[in-house]
């Protein structure tokens, strides 16, 4: 009784918080000579499938009509009558909010314990433990999960891919499932912010900004900042508080945890709630008028200038060097 | 409408990571100065709901299960308008496991009676754990939305919107049903009028103990058959930041384009 199961759902396809997901499972597949299965939800992804088929011993979708699009209750009915069938020791899904959502409620349905945002997964004789950020990210817990199986979500980025080996592909199995049909909740409309970019969660560099921008407008001047740069814009959860930006930018405790290689804070003071959602970022720099900003304290390295001043001269230095 | 709006009260997330220790013996932190707040996504909840009473109408009972001093944040919720407060007391473990939480909601619950709506925040600003929203749908049999930032009345069921990785859904959904929220710029919570925190404290609070709501009162003192804490440290950052220097700020600017071209270049 050592399977794992991985869980993805399709939609963002191989992207680098699946790959953690999966090199997460193989590793641990290794470890406790378990068998690792995949369990990709939703719409029919080939590309996805065979890449997680040259890693993982089973593959199996669920992709019939009515799973294509994510449904709460519907999803987590599959979720949970795969992994009854499979009996694993131990369930792995990424940090999304799909993932989030389905983890706890499986783990409850299958008699298991969950744990969220792990870190780092460690067994121990039989025991499941995990490493996870609590406190905002002041202090690393250790936990250790009581019952089977363990049910992880695992933090985009902590985990280090695997690497895919297409000449020896699993069979994909497509089965199709007796589904009762459940409209207690019913998706009924949906709206993705038009942009063609990675996730936060996998950007290699992020210009972020925050109250001391003081409105909308100097969103856009970061946004040129990220494109030279080749990366992303997020913001703190001031400045979406206040509207200036979509909540889907808002990084921190209260809202994405990003690994970027570089992080680069304008603006923002650095409130413990804030360098919560940042503490995995390699490097850290900082654009702030005030230098006992205690964003300053986390920082490779930092200006302390009015930003306003700084942003179109560093536009321009950049562009220049990245000739 | 019957709506039950869950609050934890936490150690102040905001201290500084300098005064910030761990007891490692209780694997707590330790309280030190700090003080006792009202989780921030718990009253993103709370205002979600009183706004929705001031459209549609319903009533909000506030519902903690914490230790006598969690009173507070009820009291604080009370003075935010919500209709009634219950307070489980925690006499056991000082954190249970989310199982534990959710099994002592769900059994409050049903004490308290019917109930349409429960909303909870998507996590706490401690241990940060975002589960009990989840376990107690399945505690409860209900369905579950989570990471929610709006609500409205619609037939005899709701309209709720969630936030995806980069957008949202909207979904239908039927009654009894939970829901755990998020911010965004139309639930910061409310500041409560003097006058409102004034009578607040004179209004009554319903204590239950653990044997009076009926669940097995010593696993959920005992608090770990979930999930259990066996290590908390606080890990050791060493960085020094690099002020950039120069004469004129032209020259700052350059060797500050100068460090990230250096760190973008070794990624």
């Known amino acids: 009784m050592s399977d794992i199961v991985i869980c993805l759902f399709s939609g963002s396809g191989y992207n680098r918080a699946t790959q953690g997901v999966v090199g997460a499972g193989k590793r641990l597949a290794n470890q406790i000579n378990g068998r690792l299965h995949a ?15 040259s890693v993982a011993d089973a593959v199996v979708t669920a992709d019939q009509r009515e799973l294509i699009r994510y449904q709460p209750e519907l999803h987590l009915n599959v979720i949970t009558q795969i992994c009854r069938d499979i009996a694993p020791r131990v369930v792995l899904f990424g940090s999304d909010t799909y993932s989030q959502e389905t983890a706890p409620r499986l783990a409850h349905r299958l008699g298991g314990a969950a744990a969220g945002d792990c870190l780092e997964l460690m067994t121990d004789g039989a025991a499941i433990r995990v490493k996870r950020s609590v406190y905002g990210g002041k202090a690393i817990a250790t936990i250790e999960l009581k019952r089977s199986p363990a049910v992880l979500w695992l933090r985009a980025r902590a985990f280090e891919p695997v690497d895919t080996n297409l000449a020896s592909v699993t069979t994909v199995r497509r089965t199709r499932y007796d589904l009762q049909p459940d409209d207690r909740t019913q998706i009924i409309e949906r709206k993705s912010e038009a942009t063609g970019a990675a996730r936060l969660e996998d950007a290699r560099v992020i210009v972020s900004g925050g109250r001391g921008l003081g409105g909308p407008e100097p969103f856009k001047d970061l946004q040129e900042l990220a494109a030279i740069l080749g990366g992303q814009t997020a913001a703190s959860r001031a400045a979406c508080d206040s509207g200036w930006c979509p909540p889907s930018w808002q990084v921190g405790q209260t809202g994405k945890k990003v690994a970027p290689g570089l992080y680069i804070a304008v603006a923002i003071r650095g409130a413990s709630q804030h360098m919560a959602g940042i503490s995995d970022a390699k490097n850290i720099a900082a654009i702030n008028i005030d230098n006992d900003a205690p964003i300053f304290k986390n920082c490779r390295f930092g200006i302390v200038e009015d930003y306003r001043k700084v942003i179109p001269l560093l536009k321009e230095k950049l562009a220049a060097l990245q000739k | 409408m019957n709506i039950i709006v869950c609050l934890k009260q936490i150690l102040d997330p905001e201290i500084p990571a300098r005064d910030f220790r761990v007891d490692s013996e209780k694997k707590e932190a330790a309280r030190g100065s700090a003080n006792l707040v009202t989780n921030i996504f718990c009253e993103n909840a709370l205002e979600t709901a009183l706004q929705l009473r001031e459209k549609s109408g319903g009533r909000i009972t506030a519902l903690t299960f914490g230790a006598e001093v969690a009173e507070d944040t009820l009291r604080k919720a009370l003075a935010m308008k919500a209709d009634a407060a219950t307070l489980v007391v925690n006499d056991g473990h000082p954190h249970p496991d989310p199982l534990a939480v959710a099994q002592t909601l769900a059994a409050a619950i049903r004490k308290i009676g019917a109930f349409d709506l429960v909303m909870l925040g998507r996590e ?28 409205e009345a619609s037939g005899d069921g709701l309209i709720v919107k969630r936030q995806t990785e980069n957008g949202w859904e909207k979904l239908n959904a039927k009654l009894p049903l939970v829901v755990t929220i998020t911010n965004n710029e139309f639930n910061v919570p409310r500041i409560p009028k003097t006058r409102d925190i004034m009578m607040s404290a004179r209004q009554p609070i319903t204590k239950w103990t653990l044997e009076e709501i009926g669940v097995n009162a010593a696993e959920i003192r005992a608090g770990g058959s979930y999930s259990e804490v066996v290590d908390l440290t606080v890990p050791v950052k060493e960085v020094t930041c690099e002020f950039v220097s120069g004469d004129t700020l032209e020259q700052k600017v350059e060797r500050f384009a100068e460090r990230i071209i250096e760190i973008t270049r070794a990624l």
Do not use: K, M, Y
Not at chain 2, 125 to 149: N, Y
């Open chain 1, 39 to 53: 369990l990709i939800a939703g719409a029919h992804d080939p590309e996805l499938n065979i890449r997680v088929a």
């Open chain 2, 124 to 151: 706490s600003g401690d241990w940060g754990v975002a589960q009990t929203g989840g376990l107690l749908a399945e505690e409860l049999g209900a369905p579950c939305v989570s990471f929610v930032d709006h609500i």
